[in-house]
């Protein structure tokens, strides 16, 4: 659980309190920039699977297994065996090519940074960061500051209790850092936590002069043909390093792919392959199979993972010269959920795979590139599969059609009472600092039988193409901030006979969705509105704020907890999870 802060509480108990606008402490500037769909640079070679030793059938079920759990959710799946793709599906509304975010997937990135900071000569394992930071320690903690390496925070075991939820506290988490308290000694207890990458980012920042994304550009992305990728910034100009990375997946393979060659690229030498191999070396028992510098060892014999939450991840396996890549939109954390569950059974310690080319199955391969059409966006069974993932079909009776809908809502306008739910999922507010201002007004047009929503959300109007046979891509703006979406919509009717409009809306560069079922009576509209895969955590966090030990340090905590007022904590939570908020129609455009 994130460390104890009122800051922390606060927001948690605005968020409770379904409160919009920029609620958090931390200072919102927008950084995102629009994807820009440029082509491939240095792409990886195609290849058949039987080439490469490996079943075409085997891949299909492996992608037909991440596509079937109910819990998997997959976006993009890439599998390359020896330096070629044999395998490359996305998942409708995802799309080939598209950018990710990446999570904590990219703390490996912020490892890569460190390792070619020491081979410079920058840094060292054993440099203390007060002595890095020096103006960040206060004269009297100085005293009795504990000794902090640029190790400990490679591994984990910093002991800082200075976590994620001190990265709402304010503007200035080095500070926050550095005048943190411990909960353990220095270099004894792996105490998994983002903000010792954010401080590997800081010490670069701090010995290069410049931003850590600016120092691996030409040490890293440029060598490798990355050219669309994202890192965002702290308040005071530091890359995150611990998250807020967007990257396409073949480039992420490109990561996964120098370090199972020892550090090499095209025949250039870019980190030491002492490096990779002390990075992916097991330093400090986690629970599980070990983790190195900023990667997680894996379950098969000399496995390491890139790994991030809600299902991103470049696992590497060099004993197989294998990378199987996925990003996803579920619960996982820290190799834990159904995702790596299929990713260890499909290639996990039982799986061997031919040293030498299997002779070519034409059958299996037509089996598996159809398997990846249908997952495709635009696809019927794609649609057939996005619909089932969602739980989407079958369950209730479509008692009118999408064109008669559009055609009765055409011009029609809701004034929503309060303004408490915003149209990014929770979790992702929370992630980017980007707070919802509430959706105030919802409208509606059509055009060539096609529906058009539209949220009006602070001063931006999202303009949204709701699809019924497929999901529809649209491009909206968050505070600044270019987001694609892709949405699927589907009508029916509830109990009470009212109207009902079922939208899925995918943020597909992210890992997250939102749900809004629209409720029509009379010119009275209900919207309940839902995510995933955020409930989970978000409930967690905010379940968090109801644990005795936080709640009787606040002045109210124990007559909270005296007076039953428990079971009122767990009604705002789920409340907040699962908003509704009713509006009346106030004109046609």
């Known amino acids: 659980m994130p460390g104890f802060s009122y800051a922390y509480l606060q927001l948690l108990f605005k968020i409770l309190a379904r409160q919009t606008g920029q609620i958090s402490k931390v200072e919102f500037v927008p950084q995102k920039p629009h994807y820009r769909n440029l082509a491939e640079r240095q792409p990886f070679p195609r290849a058949t699977p039987e080439s490469q030793g490996v079943s075409s059938l085997h891949l299909k079920e492996y992608l037909e297994a991440l596509a079937d759990d109910g819990e998997a959710n997959p976006h993009h799946a890439i599998v390359i065996r020896h330096g070629k793709i044999i395998a490359e599906c996305s998942y409708a509304p995802y799309e080939n090519g598209?950018?990710?975010?990446?999570?904590?997937?990219?703390?490996?990135?912020?490892?890569?940074?460190?390792?070619?900071?020491?081979?410079?000569?920058?840094?060292?394992?054993?440099?203390?960061?007060?002595?890095?930071?020096?103006?960040?320690?206060?004269?009297?903690?100085?005293?009795?500051?504990?000794?902090?390496?640029?190790?400990?925070?490679?591994?984990?075991?910093?002991?800082v209790s200075f976590t994620e939820s001190g990265a709402i506290t304010g503007n200035d988490w080095r500070t926050g850092f550095m005048s943190s308290s411990f909960r353990s000694e220095p270099g004894t207890k792996f105490e998994y936590n983002s903000m010792n990458s954010y401080m590997l980012s800081a010490a670069i920042q701090e010995k290069t002069g410049m931003t850590m994304f600016d120092y691996l550009k030409p040490r890293l992305f440029d060598p490798l043909g990355i050219d669309e990728v994202f890192w965002e910034r702290c308040p005071q100009g530091i890359t995150k390093g611990g998250w807020g990375m967007f990257i396409r997946p073949e480039d992420a393979c490109k990561l996964g792919q120098l370090y199972l060659d020892g550090g090499r690229w095209k025949g250039k030498q870019l980190l030491p392959t002492s490096w990779i191999k002390a990075s992916t070396s097991p330093h400090v028992d986690n629970g599980k199979f070990g983790y190195g510098y900023q990667i997680w060892m894996e379950e098969r014999p000399g496995g390491f993972a890139f790994n991030g939450l809600f299902g991103q991840d470049v696992v590497c396996y060099p004993d197989l010269d294998m990378i199987v890549m996925i990003n996803a939109g579920n619960r996982e954390m820290?190799?834990?959920?159904?995702?790596?569950?299929?990713?260890?059974?499909?290639?996990?310690?039982?799986?061997?795979?031919?040293?030498?080319?299997?002779?070519?199955?034409?059958?299996?391969?037509?089996?598996?590139?159809?398997?990846?059409?249908?997952?495709?966006?635009?696809?019927?069974?794609?649609?057939?599969?996005?619909?089932?993932?969602?739980?989407?079909?079958?369950?209730?009776?479509?008692?009118?059609?999408?064109?008669e809908l559009a055609g009765a809502l055409k011009g029609r306008v809701y004034e929503m009472d309060k303004c408490q739910v915003g149209l990014f999922p929770l979790i992702c507010q929370v992630m980017h600092n980007n707070f919802t201002d509430g959706i105030s007004r919802i409208g509606f047009d059509e055009m060539d039988g096609h529906l058009f929503l539209q949220l009006y959300e602070g001063p931006e109007i999202h303009h949204i193409r709701v699809g019924f046979d497929r999901p529809e891509k649209s491009e909206i703006l968050l505070h600044?901030?270019?987001?694609?979406?892709?949405?699927?919509?589907?009508?029916?009717?509830?109990?009470?006979?009212?109207a009902v409009l079922v939208l899925n809306i995918s943020f597909i560069e992210e890992a997250c969705s939102r749900e809004?079922?629209?409720?029509?009576?009379?010119?009275?509209?209900?919207?309940?509105?839902?995510?995933?895969?955020?409930?989970?955590?978000?409930?967690?966090?905010?379940?968090?704020?109801?644990?005795?030990?936080?709640?009787?340090?606040?002045?109210?905590?124990?007559?909270?907890?005296e007076s039953g007022g428990m079971d009122l904590m767990q009604i705002a939570v789920q409340s907040a999870i699962h908003p509704t908020v009713h509006g009346h129609r106030v004109k046609s455009l």
């Open 98 to 159: 598209m950018w990710h975010i990446t999570h904590s997937m990219c703390k490996s990135v912020t490892g890569m940074a460190v390792g070619f900071a020491i081979e410079e000569g920058l840094l060292t394992l054993d440099e203390k960061i007060g002595d890095i930071f020096p103006q960040y320690v206060k004269l009297l903690a100085r005293l009795s500051r504990k000794d902090v390496t640029i190790e400990n925070l490679l591994d984990m075991t910093s002991g």
């Open 334 to 403: 820290t190799q834990s959920g159904s995702l790596t569950e299929i990713m260890r059974r499909f290639f996990g310690i039982n799986y061997h795979p031919s040293d030498e080319p299997l002779p070519e199955d034409p059958e299996g391969q037509k089996a598996l590139a159809e398997c990846i059409r249908s997952f495709g966006a635009g696809h019927p069974a794609a649609v057939r599969t996005f619909r089932e993932r969602l739980g989407l079909s079958g369950a209730e009776a479509c008692a009118i059609t999408p064109g």
């Open 480 to 498: 600044g901030e270019p987001y694609y979406v892709g949405t699927l919509g589907r009508v029916a009717t509830d109990e009470d006979e009212r």
């Open 516 to 561: 809004l079922r629209l409720y029509f009576h009379d010119d009275e509209i209900e919207l309940r509105a839902d995510e995933t895969p955020g409930n989970a955590v978000i409930e967690d966090a905010l379940t968090y704020t109801a644990e005795p030990g936080v709640l009787l340090k606040l002045p109210f905590g124990r007559a909270l907890m």
